[in-house]
């Protein structure tokens, strides 16, 4: 009983931290795309596209980190001493995104406007890489001893989460060109469009060098993808992200239902998301601490799980509510002020 609960636990956590990743990441795409957009009134369409749902993507990452200091607060501890660089600079440069999204419309000045346009730039530039560095940095492991972090301050700094840093924001401008192409008519999608295919490469490329290095980073991860039978079970992911790669560069090069290389793009995103499941599983804190080890006390999950039970419908019935309210192409004409 005690491994169901811990195990619904995660999953919740999983979903969270999913949902952020696909809501947060095409939002944060936009400000990395901002750079290839100089112009003032393509900029202001590019925001109006996500202004009526973008300051609702953060309840998810509350729900993630809420729920791993409730669920896991052994994880919780060891985690944030080990990852306090990345993520510092992750939520300053979402505060300061976030202000800049807000104060751009009331900028008189062009100068100014210009600087709340480079705060929006670098804050989502920076929230994305720090976000992939944090999860290279959990991925390659965190040194351990009892129950405490036993690492240095720039651990979490190596190739490899420099690699996964640089992917995650290839990934998420990926995700926001696809967004802005199922949202925006004419020219402006045209160059999104291009955009998506650059971005495409660029995020392909990422998920093949991560999927390479992560197997050889521990003996763990080698066998849960390369022993038998497991690569029996596991074969399916790398291959079914494949044939979602091969959709989504035809569906960006030729006319057709300009949604579908957004929902091909979250597919991905959600396959590599399983794809570092069956690496971790059933690790927390590779390879140091497993969930079981995590978890708080069975009446602590047990009397949580039941507001999870209901919070969390909520929380998607509103979240799909807002989407669906904002639906469709976009009016260039009309949006935020």
């Not at 495409?200 to 849960?224: E, K, M, N, Q, R």
Request: aromatic share 14%.
């Amino acid at each position: 009983m005690v491994l169901d609960l811990t195990t619904a636990w995660a999953l919740i956590l999983a979903l969270a931290v999913f949902v952020y990743v696909v809501l947060d990441g095409f939002d944060l795409g936009i400000g990395i795309l901002y750079p290839f957009f100089p112009k003032k009134k393509d900029r202001d369409i590019m925001m109006n596209s996500v202004a009526p749902v973008w300051d609702g993507n953060e309840t998810w990452l509350v729900l993630g980190g809420g729920g791993l200091f409730a669920a896991f607060p052994l994880a919780y501890a060891i985690i944030l001493p080990a990852l306090y660089p990345p993520i510092i600079a992750m939520l300053l440069a979402l505060v300061f995104r976030g202000v800049a999204f807000e104060f751009r419309w009331r900028a008189v000045r062009p100068g100014t406007k210009r600087l709340w346009d480079a705060a929006f730039i670098g804050g989502s530039v920076t929230a994305a890489l720090a976000q992939g560095i944090a999860l290279g940095a959990l991925l390659q492991g965190i040194e351990v001893e009892g129950r405490a972090y036993a690492g240095g301050w720039w651990d979490w700094l190596t190739p490899f989460t420099l690699l996964t840093g640089a992917s995650v924001v290839a990934g998420y401008a990926l995700l926001g060109a696809c967004w802005l192409n199922m949202k925006l008519d004419g020219e402006i999608q045209q160059r999104v469009r291009e955009l998506a295919r650059v971005f495409g490469v660029l995020t392909v490329v990422g998920i093949v060098a991560v999927s390479l290095a992560t197997p050889f980073l521990d003996a763990g991860y080698f066998d849960h993808w390369f022993g038998w039978p497991n690569i029996l079970w596991v074969a399916p992911v790398p291959v079914a992200v494949g044939v979602l790669i091969v959709m989504l560069a035809w569906t960006l090069t030729h006319d057709g239902r300009d949604w579908l290389p957004f929902l091909l793009a979250l597919g991905m995103f959600l396959l590599c998301f399983v794809g570092l499941g069956i690496s971790m599983w059933p690790y927390v804190i590779p390879t140091s601490v497993t969930l079981a080890q995590a978890a708080a006390p069975y009446e602590s999950q047990l009397f949580m799980i039941v507001g999870a039970a209901v919070l969390v419908p909520v929380i998607l019935a509103y979240t799909g509510y807002a989407y669906w309210v904002f639906r469709g192409k976009m009016d260039p004409d009309e949006g935020y002020h």
